[in-house]
């Protein structure tokens, strides 16, 4: 059992920056991988990125790469989301989830474990 517990949400302006933190409690092994999802008011969740737990692979949506950064520290148990140039249509709650395959997949039924979320605003 491993339980994701996402912190770091907030308000910013448009082009600020943000930075999210994914903390899993439980044993983590190698063949997981870390997704980060979000879900606007009114519409459906949807992948944001993605990182394998052993080596360190990185996936993205088309809408926030080369804005968006994902990255862990496996020392730590914690999975990060870097967001930078931030736009209103990035404000969502954004959730961590953690998948029991290294095998990326976007589909949320894929992923075992869920955060609570966190949500992130960004004013224009």
């Known amino acids: 059992q491993v339980q994701p517990v996402e912190s770091g949400g907030g308000l910013v302006q448009a082009g600020e920056s943000l930075s999210l933190s994914c903390k899993a409690f439980?044993?983590?092994?190698?063949?997981?991988?870390f997704g980060w999802f979000r879900q606007a008011p009114g519409k459906e969740r949807e992948f944001v990125a993605a990182?394998?737990?052993?080596?360190?692979?990185?996936y993205y949506a088309s809408s926030v790469k080369g804005r968006f950064t994902i990255s862990r520290d496996n020392a730590k148990n914690t999975v990060y989301l870097q967001m930078n140039n931030l736009k209103p249509e990035d404000t969502a709650v954004y959730y961590c989830?953690?998948?029991?395959?290294?095998?990326?997949?976007?589909?949320?039924?894929?992923?075992?474990?869920w955060g609570q979320g966190t949500q992130v605003t960004v004013s224009p």
């Open positions: 990182i394998t737990w052993s080596t360190g692979n990185t």
């Open positions: 989830a953690v998948q029991r395959s290294p095998i990326v997949t976007r589909r949320e039924n894929e992923h075992a474990y």
């Open positions: 439980g044993r983590l092994f190698s063949t997981y991988a």
